[in-house]
Every structure is written in structure tokens, then in C-alpha cells.
């Protein structure tokens, strides 16, 4: 009985903001043990600086061009953090952007294909590029990074010379309805935007393949082993990536109202997607990645170049913040795995 109220009395002293302050510190580690974290605190930064530099930051033209310019990398970015998970990577894919909306084009002009079969046929094309890097880096063994650099030059020469190098108009059927839902509405490719990223975020996190293209790439052999077809995994992997592109390169299409043999700026947009998948926690080695995490990545280059923008900073400092910025944020990753195999975090 004595101490029963021994206990009762400790329990009445104790300072009553103590449980509160236990829940926050429970809540703040388990936040930092998150990938995103780090990036999501850098993402709110920027936003709070930009807008204490320039208050139009925060209107709402300008948050429609931001979300504008995070969108086709993110979209992109969610695919990449597949492949690059399941120990790929995939050059290709800004190029497939590029074909996607030409190929719209063609159906829709020169064989009279309604609209929107025609984009699901030119996604269907992009990914058919995505089995031809995934069949060969799997059974001729052949690297994807090479694969895909093939892949590359290849789709590159075909814009080319089906386009004469020129810019294409919309098709007239797409005017309308059809073009604001797939890109020229301002809020439209944000949308699409964020229903992929939840989409692929549970695809990887909540799924089978999920798990099986983590196991892949964190250990082939072992897979392997387990039972797990690596071959389907990194198949399955390229095609998804590379329909997302062509999707990406369409909805640009809209949005610019023209198709640009430059749609996604080459080489540019897959860089970006690789710098946003990298920024956002997601290991080049493969075994690890978030797509969450590439989304905020992409909103913070998206940040970037629009801050400098606002605050009258040449674009030329960008790309030593980018190049810094994956640096940094492939040393946390290397340096963290280490931390997590020994057990530390």
C-alpha cells in the first residue's frame, strides 16, 4: 500500500509538460529517421527564404509556374527511383519524352486516330522502348547504362529526322477539354502529378513488385535465389519509366501548346529526374529509394531555378548548387546505409 502511494506521489510531482515534451522528441526522431526529411526541411527553407526575398513568391501565377516545372520531373523522377532501385538506370527516357507527343502527332494528322487512343497507342510505343532497354540489358547482358545511352541516340536520330528537326502543331482534335486535362489547365499537371507519386509510392512501399524490385537490387543473387524474377522486375521497371516519360512529354506538349523536338530539353529532364530521385534519398547502388522523396526533390530544383529567377541571380550558379547538392546527398546516403547495416539507426 505504502508503495502504491509512493508511485501516486512521484506520478502528481512529475512536471506536467513531460509527457508532451516525450511525445514531440518520439515524433522529431522518428520524422529525421525518414529519407525525406532532410529534403522536405531544405524545400520549406527555400520557400521561406525566396518569399522573404521577394513576397510574389508565394502568389498564385507563380506557384502555377513552380508547380509547372516540378511536375514532368517529378512524374518522370517516380520511375526513375524504380529503376534505380532495382540497380538500373535509364538515359533514355528524356528522349522518349520528346517522341511521345510526335507520335500523338502522326496518329492523330496522318492515319486519323481519334486523340485519345492516340495517346494511349504513343504511350504504348513508349513503352516498347522500355522492354527493348529492359530485354537487352537483361538477356544480352549488356549494362543499361550503355543500353539505354544507345537507346538514347537512337530515339534522338528518329525525332529528328521524322520531325525535320521542326516543331509540330497540336492536333485540332486534342483543342479543348482534352488539352487542359492533360496539361494546358494550370493546376492540371500537378494533379496528374500527385496521383502518380501516391500511386508509385505505394507500389513501392505496400506491394510485391515493390519488395521484389528493393530485394533486386539490394541483392540480385540472393533474389535470385529466393525466387524472385529479377528479369520481369527490371523489365516491368524500364517500360513503366519510359511511359511516364512519354506521358510527361505529352502533357508538356499541351502545356507549351506545341510539339518541340527539345520537349524535356534532351538529356535535360532525365538528368533532372536523377537529380531529384538522388536528392531525395535514393541510393544509385540500388536497394533504397522513395518516391516521395524525388517528388520533393524535383520541387526543390523547381524552387531554385524560380527563386533565382525572382531575385535576379544568373541561372548559372544553379547547376554548381545542383552538382553540390547530389554530391552531398550521395555521401548522406552511402554514410547512412553504413549507419543502418550496422544497426546504429
Avoid at 547512412?336 to 539507426?345: I, N, P, W
Wanted: aromatic fraction near 8%.
Amino acid at each position: 500500500m505504502s508503495d502504491t502511494l509512493e508511485v501516486a506521489e512521484r506520478v502528481e510531482a512529475a512536471p506536467p509538460g513531460r509527457p508532451t515534451r516525450r511525445l514531440l522528441r518520439r515524433v522529431g526522431e522518428e520524422f529525421l529517421r525518414r529519407r525525406e526529411a532532410s529534403v522536405l526541411v531544405v524545400a520549406v527553407g527555400l520557400g521561406i527564404y525566396f518569399l522573404s526575398a521577394r513576397s510574389v513568391f508565394l502568389s498564385e501565377d507563380n506557384l502555377v509556374n513552380i508547380a509547372q516545372a516540378t511536375a514532368p520531373a517529378a512524374i518522370v523522377a517516380a520511375g526513375m527511383v524504380l529503376v534505380l532501385v532495382s540497380g538500373e538506370i535509364d538515359l533514355s527516357v528524356g528522349v522518349v519524352a520528346a517522341l511521345a507527343p510526335f507520335n500523338m502527332h502522326y496518329l492523330v494528322d496522318y492515319y486519323s486516330v481519334p486523340i485519345i487512343p492516340a495517346i494511349l497507342l504513343a504511350l504504348a510505343i513508349s513503352a516498347a522502348i522500355g522492354f527493348v532497354n529492359g530485354a537487352v540489358t537483361v538477356y544480352l547482358k549488356v549494362p543499361s547504362f550503355v543500353t539505354t545511352l544507345g537507346t538514347l541516340h537512337l530515339v534522338t536520330g528518329i525525332v529528328l529526322t521524322t520531325s525535320h528537326a521542326y516543331p509540330a502543331s497540336i492536333p485540332e482534335q486534342a483543342e479543348g477539354s482534352i488539352r487542359s486535362w492533360f496539361g494546358a489547365a494550370p493546376w492540371s499537371m500537378m494533379i496528374w502529378c500527385a496521383l502518380i507519386v501516391v500511386f508509385f509510392h505505394l507500389l513501392l512501399t505496400r506491394t510485391r513488385w515493390g519488395l521484389h524490385t528493393i530485394a533486386v537490387g539490394g541483392n540480385l543473387l540472393g533474389a535470385t535465389e529466393a525466387g524472385i524474377r529479377a528479369g520481369r522486375i527490371k523489365i516491368g521497371n524500364f517500360m513503366m519509366i519510359s511511359t511516364l516519360g512519354g506521358f510527361a512529354g505529352i502533357m508538356e506538349a499541351f502545356r507549351i501548346n506545341t510539339i518541340d523536338p527539345n520537349i524535356g530539353g534532351g538529356t535535360g529532364l532525365m538528368f533532372t529526374a536523377v537529380a531529384a530521385a538522388v536528392i531525395g534519398g535514393t541510393s544509385l547502388a540500388g536497394g533504397s529509394g522513395t518516391v516521395v522523396g524525388a517528388f520533393l526533390g524535383a520541387l526543390v530544383l523547381a524552387e531554385l531555378q524560380n527563386g533565382f529567377n525572382l531575385i535576379g541571380i544568373s541561372a548559372n550558379p544553379y547547376f554548381l548548387i545542383l552538382g553540390g547538392a547530389i554530391l552531398v546527398s550521395m555521401i548522406a546516403n552511402v554514410y547512412l546505409t553504413r549507419l543502418r547495416r550496422a544497426g546504429k539507426t
